[in-house]
């Protein structure tokens, strides 16, 4: 979990948890009020209003909120939102974005994109991590997206009896990285299991081994979103923190496209321009 603090529409403070919403589902709104009482402490009191996006709206959670479908402007999440009541203190909880198209879904994510956003701007905006997520966007507008489970495949793959206990260790291995970039293009299935015989028949060290799944389930996302979005008319925006951003910077560069990464913070700039308007 990650708390704002905004003064006037203009971030000054971040608190990081490990505290989340994942934790709490099913628990009621009486758990996440007291989770965000205790990890948000002063700020509590010197609050004014309280914005709530991402899992903390979804189904079995603090208030379950719609979603606004795509294409859609961003700067109209506030005109779905539910409101609720902590300390005395107006909640606003903020709806997630779909795509009917796809079908697909997001909650949180549409903040960052909010922060990114730039009137007269289309690009293409990556979002990285467990759940990858590829939004085409012009000015403040959401107009299609699509969800990669790029981060959960690679994690159930590197643990999966078959690979665990070839691999040996965490370090990264960039050659296997790029073996795993060009394996992708045999197919996910196909290329996850290549890591096996690969280092049975002594064709890859097993040290080597997370780095080439990671390699080929970025690469097979990279493969499928250029087969979704026009990625050589539009700017390419990535958001995201280091060991992954420097990944896919790399996986962008195998694959010809050209790339912006974008490292100030998103989420509060999202936070901010719905505070402003």
């Known amino acids: 979990m990650r708390i704002h603090r905004l003064e006037n529409g203009e971030a000054v403070d971040c ?18 009020e007291a989770v965000l009482c205790e990890t948000a402490g002063a700020w509590m009191e ?25 294409p859609n402007d961003l ?4 005109d779905l939102a539910e409101q609720a009541e902590i300390m005395g203190k107006p909640v606003t909880l903020l709806p997630g974005i779909s795509d009917p198209v796809g079908p697909d879904v997001m909650r949180g994510e549409e903040l960052q994109l909010l922060g990114l956003a730039e009137e007269g701007k289309d690009r293409i905006v990556v979002l990285p991590g467990t759940h990858s997520k590829w939004v085409e966007m012009s000015g403040f507008e959401a107009r299609q997206f699509r969800t990669f489970m790029t981060g959960e495949i690679f994690d159930l793959a590197r643990h999966n009896a078959l690979c665990e206990r070839l691999a ?8 296997g990285f790029d073996a795993g970039l060009a ?6 299935l196909n290329g996850l299991f290549s890591a096996r015989p690969k280092v049975l028949r002594g064709d890859m060290p097993a040290s080597a081994t ?22 050589t008319e539009k700017d390419v925006l990535l958001y995201a923190d280091d060991p992954l951003a420097r990944l896919y910077q790399r996986g ?18 999202g936070f901010g321009a719905l505070c402003r308007n």
């Not at 948890?17 to 099913?26: D, E, F, N, R, T």
């Not at 010197?46 to 979603?67: L, R």
């Not at 394996?183 to 996910?188: E, M, N, P, S, V």
């Not at 780095?211 to 499928?224: C, K, P, Q, R, Y």
Request: aromatic share 8%.
């Open 168 to 175: 040996e260790g965490e370090a990264f291995d960039a050659a």
């Open 75 to 78: 700067r109209g999440l506030i």
């Open 252 to 269: 962008f560069e195998v694959a010809g496209v050209a790339v912006t990464r974008i490292h100030e913070s998103a989420t509060s700039k």
């Open 15 to 32: 608190i990081r948890s490990k505290s989340g919403a994942k934790g709490l589902i099913g628990k009621g709104a009486a758990a996440f």
């Open 210 to 231: 997370h780095a080439f799944l990671s390699g080929v389930a970025i690469g097979t996302e990279l493969l499928d979103a250029k087969r979704a979005f026009d990625v």
């Open 46 to 70: 010197q609050a004014e209003e309280i914005f709530v996006t991402g899992m903390a709206t979804s189904k079995n959670a603090w208030v379950e909120t719609p979603y606004m479908d795509c």
């Open 183 to 188: 394996k992708a293009t045999d197919g996910l």
